[in-house]
């Protein structure tokens, strides 16, 4: 025998709940009762809730006790949809220092990185302290992948600010790095000469 399932007021059938009925939206169980959620002002109904009060603040403002409460942005901020922590970030282009957003100062060659907070200088240059400054490249040396140094051709090593020609001696070629050199096959280094390999003896 199959025995009817009695309803609160404010509620609805339901096979996912062992007592097989939940509220109704707007309501939510207390005991076996369904009471009216009671949403601050700047706030709205929601299931998922941390507190499971059924109701969370809308953008811009903080759940305290039982309203909903303003977070105090500052200028050149906006509000984050978590609410956890500050509540709020800095606009693009400009960095949080303690409780402001204070403007991103970028020089003369530099240009602003992708997390909108600071600045790096443009390929050719490299930072120093708050200025871009060029990077000067010697005879026989190229940017490097970087763009903020330089580095030497092949066959080339860097020596102070220039780049020197490796010394290569007779019967010799460029290593692979390209700043140095080895012995061509069937010679040995010998110091900065390179000698004919002797043939083992049978």
Known sequence: MCAAITFPANAHGSDIYQDGWECDRGYKKVRAACAIIKVPSNGYLSAISDDGSGWVCKR???????????????????????????????????????AQC?????????????TGESWACERGYYRQSAL?????VPLHGYLNATGSDWACER???????????????????VDFNGDGWECDRGFTRAGVQCKPRQARSE
């Open 155 to 173: 066959g080339f090593r860097r020596t102070g600010p220039q780049c020197a020609m490796v010394p290569i001696p007779s019967n010799a070629h």
């Open 60 to 98: 811009g403002f903080r759940a305290v006790r039982e309203d909903c409460v303003a977070i105090k942005i500052p200028a050149n901020a906006h509000a984050m949809e978590s609410t956890y922590g500050r509540g709020w970030a800095c606009d693009r282009g400009f960095r949080m220092t303690g």
């Open 102 to 114: 204070k403007l991103v100062s970028i020089p003369e060659h530099g240009y602003l990185e992708d």
């Open 132 to 136: 871009c400054v060029a990077v000067s």
